[in-house]
């Protein structure tokens, strides 16, 4: 039995799913404070964020890794 597992835990999700997972966490303002980029700061929209993301492999990076320590937070309570 051949079943195709992947170990990647952000498997299956869409950037876009992320930032908004994080803004609804955090809003707009702190998920500003948490990654300081400007796409977060001034005038931020899913479009902006996503665009720049898309284009900005260690900004993308930080996105990623602050969306798992939040996951493991809620998941652990």
């Given at each position: 039995m051949n079943t195709n597992t992947t170990k990647d835990p952000l498997h299956g999700l869409t950037l876009e799913t992320i930032v908004?997972?994080?803004?609804?966490?955090?809003g707009w303002e702190d998920l500003g404070h948490q990654i300081n980029i400007r796409c977060f700061t001034s005038d931020p929209s899913i479009k902006s964020s996503l665009k720049f993301l898309r284009k900005t492999p260690w900004?993308?990076?930080?996105?990623?890794?602050?969306?798992?320590?939040?996951?493991?937070?809620?998941?652990?309570?």
């Amino acid at each position: 039995m051949n079943t195709n597992t992947t170990k990647d835990p952000l498997h299956g999700l869409t950037l876009e799913t992320i930032v908004s997972g994080l803004v609804k966490h955090y809003g707009w303002e702190d998920l500003g404070h948490q990654i300081n980029i400007r796409c977060f700061t001034s005038d931020p929209s899913i479009k902006s964020s996503l665009k720049f993301l898309r284009k900005t492999p260690w900004a993308r990076k930080k996105v990623e890794s602050l969306y798992l320590s939040t996951q493991n937070c809620v998941w652990k309570k």
